[in-house]
């Protein structure tokens, strides 16, 4: 059993960074690939990125956050980390990262992942 954990959520001023981190424990985190996903109030979730850690390290991130957001790994902490940069009000939401094997016609599809963690709330907001 795979257990995340994220944190680094909070509020923020627009055009500021937050860093999001998500502990793996249960598993060892180079057997998966993590994907981070975000819900708005009143909004379905959505696919933010990942990295295909088992197939070249190759990163897909939604339109959206292109060019402001990057994931990063640290492997001696079994850590993946979501850096967010020049955020927008219309990134407030609860980010949660999520462990699965998804083939790459599904990284984007949250019923892909099999373990979530609880979720961490990210505010941007004057």
């Known amino acids: 059993q795979v257990q995340l954990v994220e944190s680094g959520g909070g509020l923020v001023q627009p055009g500021g960074s937050l860093r999001l981190s998500c502990e793996i424990s249960?598993?060892?985190?180079?057997?998966?690939?993590i994907g981070w996903f975000r819900q708005a109030p009143g909004k379905e979730r959505e696919f933010v990125g990942t990295?295909?850690?088992?197939?070249?390290?190759?990163?897909y991130y939604a339109d959206s956050v292109k060019g402001r957001f990057i994931i990063s790994r640290d492997r001696a902490k079994n850590t993946e980390y979501l850096e967010m940069n020049k955020l927008k009000p219309e990134d407030t939401a609860l980010y949660y990262c999520?462990?699965?094997?998804?083939?790459?016609?599904?990284?984007?599809?949250?019923?892909?992942?099999?373990?979530w963690g609880q979720g961490t709330q990210v505010t941007v907001s004057v």
């Open positions: 999520a462990a699965g094997q998804p083939i790459l016609s599904a990284i984007r599809s949250e019923n892909a992942y099999r373990f």
């Open positions: 249960g598993g060892t985190a180079s057997q998966y690939n």
């Open positions: 990295v295909r850690r088992t197939s070249g390290n190759r990163h």
